[in-house]
């Protein structure tokens, strides 16, 4: 019996979530190392970063409205990297480390804010409707943008330009 699996189900009696237990090696030996090598930025190395500090701040550009893309780089590669980017900025990255051995952890933090006194764009919510339409269409949010309308068949219909305008209506 040197080749018997075993695999466990638990289920919560109430909610009826089922769990799985986690896969195990007899007698093995897992890595411990739950640290970065490097954090990048939009491809750029963190200025400052060091393995052993978790907390970084970045102050943004004004006008920014994307946010940043992080990369964590493990020490090693056996390790597991979580980054969880924030919804808006400003905002807050974290980027979660497991070791191998799935017990070792630590949290890395990127905070991004704005210079004092500098005003980030405020990004609204592109609407539009109704859609699909044979008639107008009603555009909400889409400052500073270039609107494209196709057809079902992929062919062109309209372009349209907008500036700081609150609300558009494009006729198809």
Do not use: C
């Not at 090693?76 to 969880?84: A, F, L, W, Y």
């Amino acid at each position: 019996m040197d080749d018997l699996m075993l695999v466990v189900w638990v289920q919560d009696s109430q909610t009826k979530e089922i769990y799985q237990s986690v896969y195990s090696v007899e007698n093995g030996t897992f890595g411990h190392e739950n640290r970065l090598q490097d954090i990048k930025i939009n491809g750029s190395d963190l200025p400052g970063f060091s393995p052993d500090v978790f907390t970084y701040n970045v102050t943004l550009p004004g006008g920014t409205v994307l946010v940043p893309d992080v990369v964590g780089i493990p020490i090693d590669t056996n390790e597991t990297v979580i980054v969880i980017p924030p919804q808006a900025l400003p905002g807050t990255t974290t980027i979660d480390v497991f070791a191998q051995d799935n017990i070792d952890h630590n949290l890395y933090t990127v905070n991004f804010d704005f210079a004092a006194g500098v005003d980030p764009k405020k990004v609204e919510a592109v609407s539009i409707h109704p859609n699909p339409t044979s008639g107008l269409i009603y555009i909400s949010g889409a400052y500073h943008s270039r609107i494209t309308v196709y057809s079902m068949n992929g062919v062109l219909m309209k372009t349209l330009k907008i500036s700081l305008v609150q609300h558009s209506t494009l006729a198809t």
